[in-house]
Each structure stands twice: as C-alpha cells, then as structure tokens.
T-cell receptor, first 115, second 112 residues
Framework: EADIYQTPRYLVIGTGKKITLECSQT?????MYWYQQDPGMELHLIHY???????EKGDLSSESTVSRIRTEHFPLTLESARPSHTSQYLC??????????????FGSGTQLSVL | DAKTTQPPSMDCAEGRAANLPCNHS???????VYWYRQIHSQGPQYIIH???NNETNEMASLIITEDRKSSTLILPHATLRDTAVYYC?????????????FGTGTRLQVTL
C-alpha cells in the first residue's frame, strides 16, 4: 500500500494569511492530485500533476496554486486565505496496477478553517 | 469518462450482505469500473475495480453485467465499520494522468 501524508490535519487561520498545505508520498508515484470537499458534498478535483515540473488545473476553479519540484512532494498554497476557502483538502497519488488501470491512494486530508 | 448513477442512500443490517448498485449505461469497451468508499471525512479508500469479469478481494466482490451497463458492489458481511459513502466511478485509462471524477455516491448505513 502507498503511504501518503498530509499536514497539518487541521488548520485555523485568519483572513489574508498565506498558507501551504503539505502532501508527501513515499511510493514514487508520478501522478498526484488535490481534491476539495465541503461537508456532505462531492469531491472536486482542483489540481493534478503528471510528474516533476508538471501541474494542471482540475475541474473546479481554485485560487490555490501547486508546485511539483520533487516526485514525492506536492504542496498547495493559498497566497491570501479567505473564509470562502474553508473546506477539506485531500491529496492523492496514483499507481498503475500493471494491467493498464490505476488506483488512487488518498491522504487523511487537511481541514482548513479561515476566520 | 462515462457517467454513473447510484442510489443516494441504503441501509443494511449488520452481518447481512450489502449490495450496492451502479448504472453506467454509456460505458465504453475499455473503461474500468472502480469502487471507492469514504468514511466520515477521511480520504476515500480504494475497494475494488474491474473491466469485464467479476472480481473479488478481501474487502468485497464486484459483479459486472454481461453488457457492462451496470455493476453491483457486494460487501458479504457488513459491519458497523462499513458505514460510509460508496462511490462508483467509470474511468478510461489513457496512459496519462486521467482524472477520477467522484459523483455523490451512495451513503450506506449499517445498523444493529
């Protein structure tokens, strides 16, 4: 099984602050993803990466940015947090299974609250 | 990726089999059916996937109809810890970072 870690688990912060949500995986997966989810609602893909130096916007527009300088690391940054950014952020990475298909492995998420 | 339709909620008694249906009538021949579940605010967890044949692993069984337009996830002996939202996803593997799109899923409540 893949190991994927997100920190912090919970973050409460004031409006206007810059924040970075960390995501790391130890399995050497090339592909990584950020999803956003509000309570009781669907997961929405906001960013993904094919590999180092590759980043793409997801299906849901987000004011956050991401970077992929190392294979194992895919941090998400908000330059100026606002209350509308309050949500849960889930990081994932994917591995091919050898039959042309892929499985996603998710971290535990970061619950962000902006006051 | 093909669209899927799932019932919004289901109940199951503990110890009984939970059968979760999914319709994917627009599926194409090389699209896989994946099932994930999400237990209260945690990250989704992979359960099982298949292409044409029925599949079984330590968590569940996946039954795909012959025409592949629908499938059923079976939890053979549901426990309270199986209470979660279950997502059925149909996805084409393109060899690049094809995206998994999660719908609203089925909220399974396992009761005593």
């Amino acid at each position: 099984e893949a190991d994927i870690y997100q920190t912090p688990r919970y973050l409460v912060i004031g409006t206007g602050k810059k924040i970075t949500l960390e995501c790391s995986q130890t399995m050497g997966h090339d592909k990584m993803y950020w999803y956003q989810q509000d309570p009781g609602m669907e997961l929405h893909l906001i960013h993904y990466s094919y590999g180092v130096n590759s980043t793409e916007k997801g299906d849901l527009s987000s004011e956050s940015t991401v970077s992929r300088i190392r294979t194992e690391h895919f941090p998400l940054t908000l330059e100026s947090a606002r209350p509308s950014h309050t949500s849960q952020y889930l990081c994932a990475s994917s591995a091919k299974t050898g039959f042309g298909d892929e499985k996603l492995f998710f971290g535990s998420g970061t619950q962000l609250s902006v006051l | 990726d093909a669209k899927t339709t799932q019932p919004p909620s289901m109940d199951c008694a503990e110890g009984r089999a939970a059968n979760l249906p999914c319709n994917h009538s627009t599926i194409s021949g090389n699209e896989y059916v994946y099932w994930y579940r999400q237990i209260h605010s945690q990250g989704p967890q992979y359960i099982i996937h298949g292409l044409k044949n029925n599949e079984t692993n330590e968590m569940a069984s996946l039954i795909i109809t012959e025409d592949r337009k629908s499938s059923t996830l079976i939890l053979p002996h549901a426990t309270l810890r199986d209470t979660a939202v279950y997502y059925c996803i149909v996805r084409l593997y393109t060899g690049t970072a094809s995206k998994l799109t999660f719908g609203t899923g089925t909220r399974l409540q396992v009761t005593l």
